[in-house]
């Protein structure tokens, strides 16, 4: 089994998993959705990838998931950026899973948009 943990990559890296924040990319989101960084951001349910045991993934390796998520905090879009070919449906299926509080501008939740990069390990 694989422990993880998750954390914004400014050295609180520990435990199996971590995510660091993205760089912007080329798939820009709707007008009405903020970008922010993924430190802007608190994730509230956290649901790691898993490993399907018949897929031969290296690892360590990585997932650059790219989240939209509504005035809720729940993802409306979810763009699998990089990631093993063999991993991308579950890493879809759990960023779907994800929760955060929702982003507040001006006393306002906002649809917002940012990158995580997930590091997976044994």
Same mark, same amino acid.
């Given at each position: 089994?694989?422990?993880?943990t ?11 998993v971590?995510?660091? #924040? ?6 820009? +989101?709707? $007008?009405?959705?903020l970008?922010? %960084? =993924? ?8 649901v790691?990838?898993?490993v ?28 699998? #950026? ?6 991308? +449906?579950? $890493?879809?299926?759990?960023?779907? %899973? =994800?929760?955060f ?22």
């Amino acid at each position: 089994m694989t422990r993880w943990t998750l954390a914004a990559a400014i050295g609180l890296i520990g435990g199996a998993v971590w995510a660091e #924040e993205g760089e912007a990319t080329a798939s820009t +989101p709707a $007008a009405d959705v903020l970008q922010v %960084k =993924w430190h802007d951001v608190k994730a509230t349910k956290q649901v790691k990838p898993s490993v399907p045991p018949f897929a031969k993934i290296a690892l360590p390796t990585k997932c650059k998931i790219q989240f939209t998520i509504d005035e809720a905090g729940i993802p409306s879009l979810i763009q699998i #950026e990089e990631c093993p070919e063999k991993l991308k +449906p579950n $890493a879809e299926k759990a960023a779907n %899973k =994800w929760r955060f509080e929702p982003v507040m501008r001006h006393g306002q939740a906002q649809k917002a948009a940012f990158t995580v990069i997930l590091n997976i390990k044994r």
